[in-house]
């Protein structure tokens, strides 16, 4: 007679115990590593580094939040990301994007510091030539790369830095994954499911049902219903907006109306003649931030060739002074003047727009 012990984790026949112990232990256990490292995990080693490295460079993954370009990445420390806010659609309006939310994008180095973990994506905020681009061939018309580049050519990449409290601790792939979160999507198979981790639920809902959402921006209706097949611009009370139109009788037509980046105005043109219009705010989304204006936040220091210390001169720009020696003679510091076939000084025509030289020959 055959009895199973669930209890006991052992299989009884008859009153024989049969002991498995050994193939049931890991079954049993069923225990699943810690999401993030221990608080007291010891210090990285350097096989967990080498394969951490191995492992997470040159992955393709999608991007859960904007990355500036320029030196001024990201900084990630116990799941928060900064800058955010303001302060990053700042470095997006100074610097540009490198990469939005949603976008696809290749870890193209990893380096472990002391206490963080530096990431870059799409080959980093510095131009960097491959170790093959730095060969060349010699013969009779001179040197020839094999790989030529463009040295000129701008970085257009970014990067973020993992920091931790003391140092890097011992951790699995899976467990840097988690703690990379907020900023990379390993398990997203397409844009379109990484972007839609981003949204508010709402906006989720409405853009896998195609519909569109007062208070939604471009990026939002441009997943939900695609790109306008007809788009117009108008202007109401000196507000510039654009009026994007999707389909054409006798089919149901949607005008979508957005002012700068949000949708204010959604009305639908029923083929039963029946006109829907919606214009109360629908979804709440964070709206961006414009271009910073030229007021008290600019420069202390203007641009200057004077040296530290030097004031500028009260002049009047519409004069011009021009020193004068005697007649006959010349300008104190300047050089003789010329003489004409008279005798006299010779006009000038440098000094045409400040003064006329008089002529004392005979």
């Known amino acids: 007679m055959w009895v199973r012990s669930s209890a006991l984790g052992c299989i009884m026949i008859g009153r024989l115990p049969v002991l498995l112990l050994c193939l049931v232990l890991p079954i049993c256990a069923n ?16 096989d967990t580094r080498l394969d951490l490295i191995h492992g997470f460079n040159a992955e393709l993954v999608y991007l859960r939040t904007a ?20 302060q990053l659609e700042q470095l997006m309006q100074m610097w540009g994007p490198a990469a939005k939310a949603g976008d696809q994008a290749r870890i193209t180095d990893v380096v472990v ?22 060969i060349s061939i010699s013969g009779a018309g001179g040197d020839a790369p094999i790989a030529p ?16 409290d003391k140092y890097v601790p011992e951790m699995t792939a ?43 921006n471009r990026d939002m209706v441009i997943h939900s219903v695609g790109r306008p097949p007809k788009k117009i611009r108008e202007k109401k009370d000196e507000n510039d907006y654009e009026e994007w139109i999707y389909g054409e009788p006798p089919q ?13 105005r959604v009305e639908t043109m029923k083929v039963s003649g029946e006109k829907v219009v919606r214009n109360d705010k629908e979804v709440e ?10 007021g008290p936040d600019k420069p202390a220091n203007a641009p200057t060739l004077r040296r530290p210390g030097e004031d500028l001169p009260q002049v009047d720009p519409t004069v ?43």
């Not at 990355?67 to 303001?86: A, D, H, N």
């Not at 963080?116 to 681009?133: A, D």
């Not at 149901?252 to 204010?264: A, W």
């Not at 011009?320 to 005798?343: E, I, W």
Request: charged residues 20%.
């Open 67 to 86: 990355f500036p370009m320029g030196k001024t990445g990201l900084r990630l420390q116990e799941g928060t990301v900064s800058p955010s806010g303001v």
């Open 285 to 294: 989304i964070k709206p961006p931030v414009a271009v910073a204006e030229a």
């Open 31 to 46: 225990a699943d590593d810690p999401k993030v490292p221990a608080p007291d995990a010891p210090k990285i080693s350097k």
């Open 174 to 216: 899976p467990q840097l994954k988690e703690l990379l979160w907020p900023v990379f999507n390993f398990q997203a198979k397409t844009a379109e499911e990484a972007y839609l981790e981003t949204i508010p639920p709402k906006a989720k809902e409405a853009i896998l049902k195609h519909e569109v959402l007062v208070g939604m």
């Open 113 to 134: 510091k002391d206490k963080f973990i530096h990431f870059e994506i799409n080959g980093g905020p510095v131009h960097r030539q491959k170790w093959y681009q730095h």
């Open 320 to 362: 011009v002074k021009v020193p004068m020696g005697k007649p006959g003679g010349s300008a104190p510091g300047g050089p003789p003047p010329t003489t004409g076939p008279g005798g006299g000084p010779q006009f000038d025509s440098t000094n045409v727009a400040r003064e006329t030289v008089p002529n004392t020959g005979s």
């Open 149 to 164: 580049s463009d040295a000129g050519a701008n970085p257009r990449g970014s990067f973020v830095d993992l920091y931790f």
């Open 252 to 264: 149901d037509v949607q005008f979508v109306r957005i002012m700068g980046d949000e949708v204010v």
